[in-house]
C-alpha cells in the first residue's frame, strides 16, 4: 500500500509539473504571437527589384523601417514592365491585411483599381517613384521629374550652344514619372532653345534592348543629328550601347537619367555629358516614414520632393554626388 500511495504521489507531482510547463509554454507562445501582431507590417512594392535603383530604395526602406520599429515586407516584379504581377502581388497584401501599404505604380492606369481596392480594405497607401491617376492615398513621395526633364534640357541646350537637333529614347507611354521627364525636357527646350529641334522619338518600353533597337533606327535614320536625350535608366543604357555600337560614343551630345555602374562608366569616358540622377535612398526612407506618421495620428504632406541632381563629369567626384551615388546598403545584407 506504502508504494502504491508514493507511486500515486509520484505521478500526482509530475503531472503538476507537466502541467505547469505546459501554461508557461502557452503563455510564452501568447506573448511571442503578440509581439508579432504588435509589430506593424509595412509593405513595400517597387516597379521593380533588378536594378540597383530599387536596391538603393529598399535600402532607405529598411533603414526607415529600423528606426521606427516596424517589419518592411518588402517584394515586387523583376522588371517593370510586369504590370499584372505587380498587381497580383498588391493584392495579396491586401489580403495579408498589412498596416500600410507603399507602392511605386509601375503604370499610371492599370494600377487604379488595385489602389481603390487598398483603400476600400482601409489600408493607407503612399505612392512613390511615379504618380497614379486617382487621389486614394496618403502622400505621394518622388522626384520632381518635370524639374529633372527641365535640368535635362538646359544642360543639352548649353552644350549644344543653343542650336541644333536631337532624338529622345523614350521610357514607357504608361510610365508618369518618365512622361513627366520627357514633357520637362521638351517644353524646355520649346521655350528656352527655340533653335534646336527634336527630329524623332522613340519608345524603349522599359528594356534596354529595346532602347538599344530603337536608338539605332533613329540614328540610323537621321546619322546627322547632334544629341539625345534619354529619359530613365534602360533608355540611357540602350541608347549608350547603340552608340557604341555604330562606333559614335562620344560623338553626340548624349544627356540621360538615372545612374548605374555602366552609365557612370559612361559619364566616366565623356560618351555620356551628363546624367540627372535621383535619391532612391531619400526616397525609401521618406515613403516609410510618411506612411508610420501616419499611422501614428500626424500630419503628412501630400507631396514630398526627395531631389533631383545633374552630375557631369566635372562634378561626379563632389562629396554631395558620391553620398547620393553611393548610399549604404549595409542594411540588405541583415535581413
Known sequence: MKRMKTFSLLCAAVAGMALTIFVIGCAKHDADESAKT?????????????????QSVH???????????????????????????QIAITQDFVVRKVD???????????????????????????????????DKYVSFVATDNNQGGVKASKELGRLLNGKGTCIITRCDPGSDSTNQREK?????????????????????????????????????????????????????????????????????????????????EGLNNKEIHALVIQNPFNMGYQSVKSIVSYLDGL??????????????????????????LNPDLSILNEE
Open 184 to 264: 520637362g525636357f521638351e517644353d524646355t527646350l520649346a521655350k528656352e532653345f527655340p533653335d534646336i529641334q527634336i527630329i524623332d522619338s522613340q519608345y524603349g518600353y522599359s528594356d534596354k534592348d529595346k532602347s538599344r533597337s530603337v536608338t539605332e533606327d533613329m540614328l540610323t535614320a537621321h546619322p546627322n543629328v547632334d544629341a539625345i536625350f534619354a529619359s530613365n535608366e534602360s533608355s540611357a543604357h540602350g541608347a549608350l550601347m547603340a552608340l557604341r555600337g555604330l562606333n559614335l560614343a562620344g560623338k553626340k551630345i548624349f544627356v540621360g537619367f538615372d545612374s548605374s555602374v555602366d552609365l557612370l
Open 100 to 134: 500600410g501599404i507603399v507602392l511605386a505604380p509601375q503604370d499610371q492606369n492599370a494600377l487604379v483599381k488595385v489602389v481603390e481596392q487598398i483603400a476600400d480594405a482601409r489600408i493607407p497607401c503612399v505612392i512613390f517613384d511615379s504618380g497614379i491617376n486617382s
Open 38 to 54: 504588435d509589430k506593424r507590417v509595412i509593405a513595400v512594392i517597387p516597379k521593380g527589384t533588378a536594378h540597383v535603383f530599387w
Open 59 to 85: 535600402a532607405g526602406a529598411l533603414t526607415a523601417g529600423k528606426e521606427l520599429g516596424v517589419e518592411i515586407a518588402w517584394n515586387g516584379p523583376q522588371t517593370e514592365t510586369m504590370k499584372d504581377q
Open 299 to 324: 500630419d503628412v504632406e501630400r507631396r514630398i520632393d526627395t531631389g533631383v541632381y545633374l552630375i557631369t563629369p566635372g562634378n561626379i567626384n563632389d562629396p554631395e554626388m558620391q553620398k547620393v
